[in-house]
């Protein structure tokens, strides 16, 4: 079953690509007579419903920032169990190296996407309608031992972002330029800040 892009809200319009039957259509070939080059995504950024979408569109678009591959979806463990069982499936041949999921309320998702694969999973607490996001904080963030989810504050998902990419900037020379970029642009843009104070 392949997903539905979500087209809101978005920098770029992107069509979801994950898919766990399909995973080897994840991978882009550019083929000429002396070249194959094979970009694989390297992120996934998933969400209970299309309404968290408000506050995981930051995580998607500061990983396109820093030029990460990244699909993104809605998946829920309640809603949609056996759905999310073969999307998490297919992660590991995807080229899935880090996910990040956002859920409010009883947010089972990360925990369960943590227990169906052993892939790096960061949970992103949603303030809903009611409890102000910590039944969201204290489902994601009390997993028990054996099986780690690591969560950031709620609605922190640009946090989740830039945790996802220090993961991936261990290996990837690119990112961790990149990565080194933003940090010391991000010091420099704070000392200002307290000059003008
Ligand atoms: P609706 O707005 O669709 O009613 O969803 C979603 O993440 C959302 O914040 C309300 C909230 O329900 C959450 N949800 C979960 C899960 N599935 C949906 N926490 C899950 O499987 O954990």
């Keep these: 079953m392949r997903g539905e892009g979500i087209r809101k809200g978005l920098k770029e319009i992107v069509p979801l690509t994950i898919d766990a039957s399909l995973a080897p259509t994840n991978l882009i070939y550019i083929r000429s007579s002396y070249l194959l080059l094979r970009i694989m995504r390297k992120v996934s950024v998933v969400m209970g419903s ?3 979408l408000d506050v995981m569109k ?7 920032d820093f030029g990460v591959d990244v699909d993104y979806g809605v998946y829920s463990a309640h809603r949609s169990p056996e759905r999310l069982v073969e999307y998490c499936t297919g992660l590991k041949k995807a080229g899935i190296e880090v996910i990040i999921a956002g859920a409010g309320g009883a947010a089972a998702l990360p925990g369960m996407i943590a227990a169906l694969t052993d892939i790096p999973v960061i949970g992103v607490p949603i303030m809903g309608k009611s409890l102000s996001g910590l039944d969201s904080l204290l489902s994601i963030v009390q997993m028990p031992p054996g099986v780690p989810v690591a969560t950031v504050g709620i609605n922190g998902s640009r946090n989740a972002a830039l945790l996802a990419i220090r993961i991936l900037a261990l290996h990837d020379s690119e990112i961790s330029k990149r ?4 940090v010391r642009k991000q010091k420099k843009e704070a000392s200002e800040k307290q000059l003008v104070l």
Excluded: G, P
Aim: proline share 0%.
């Design 58 to 64: 930051d995580a998607i678009n500061t990983l396109k």
């Design 50 to 52: 299309t309404s968290d």
């Design 179 to 182: 990565l080194e970029e933003f």
